[in-house]
């Protein structure tokens, strides 16, 4: 779903149903997608673990992947749905009182509704959909599920909705670092309180290798600028059309081409039929789709 007019985030191409790139691409080099292998492995993990939400990548280090399974989810029938909640809520500053991390103004939180109420996001919807929704992002220690569950909580509170309901329909995934497992592993979702209001199979991660981890997390060029709090109620900007961008598209173009394409999808398949979750209806018949596609 398009984010309405009135909430328009920064610029970024239409990927699947694409807008018209012109000659943005002319001379650019064929991108090398190294850590494609990684990225498809765990966006089959991310799927399969997703409860059959539709999912919701907030801010922009999981590009990548939304991009991917664009192109493989498309002309799928019934299809999981696919949603960029492009906000960043970082807002840590350096003062005379050395780092400080400044709360969420009441304009702050209202701007933030308006993004998720412009995906289908509120207190209404969520009681009401079938399907529940499935926030992913990049996670290191969960400040920013921890901003956009609390975000969505009290927003129920205030208008008085259905807790007990609304908490079946929330699910996050955390894309984490890949570390040593071990009984005194440090896992962030053991740490964050609000993870004890919802359902024990509501929070859940998939690991990624260290170096992708920090590719996508850390120094990735991205085809949008950041979106944090003094930010959101700016104006949209338009397309960049500078080199770092060009090589950037062409890498996201290729991503979905990889999805939409029989290889792609096949391996998709793959990656999820080696979940335990395959034994739900939903995603056999996601696998099978996928499989004749």
Not at 67 to 87: C, I, V
Not at 230 to 247: L, Q, S, Y
């Amino acid at each position: 779903m398009d984010l309405s007019s009135e909430v328009t985030g920064p610029f970024r191409w239409d990927l699947v149903t694409p807008d018209e790139l012109g000659s943005l691409l002319d001379g650019v080099a064929e991108p090398d997608l190294w850590f494609l292998d990684a990225l498809v492995e765990c966006a089959g993990k991310v799927v399969a673990r997703s409860g059959g939400g539709d999912l919701v990548f907030v801010g922009r280090s999981l590009d990548s992947m939304f991009d991917f399974l664009g192109g493989a989810f498309a002309g799928l029938p019934d299809r999981q749905r696919l949603d960029r909640l492009p906000l960043s809520f970082a807002r840590t500053s350096w003062t005379d009182r050395g780092w400080v991390k400044r709360v969420l103004t009441d304009g702050d939180i209202a701007r933030a509704r308006d993004f998720l109420a412009a995906l289908g996001v509120t207190p209404d919807s969520l009681a009401r959909r079938s399907r529940p929704v499935t926030f992913v992002d990049v996670v290191w220690e969960g400040s920013t599920f921890t901003d956009v569950f609390e975000l969505v909580r009290d927003w129920v509170d205030e208008e008085r909705g259905s807790w007990a309901v609304v908490r079946r329909k929330l699910r996050f995934v955390g894309v984490t670092m890949r570390t040593k497992t071990s009984p005194n592993t440090w896992r962030w979702q053991q740490h964050a309180p609000w993870t004890g209001q919802l359902p024990a199979s509501a929070v859940v991660n998939v690991s990624l290798s260290r170096g992708v981890w920090s590719y996508f997390g850390n120094s990735q060029t991205k085809l949008t600028r950041t979106f944090r709090p003094e930010r959101w109620r700016a104006e949209a900007d338009g397309p960049g059309r500078d080199e770092r961008t060009r090589v950037a598209l062409a890498e996201a173009v290729a991503l979905v081409a990889h999805g939409r394409s029989r290889a792609g999808r096949h391996a998709l398949a793959r990656a999820i039929a080696g979940e335990s979750t395959l034994s739900e209806p939903w995603l056999r018949t996601l696998v099978r789709q996928l499989n004749h596609g």
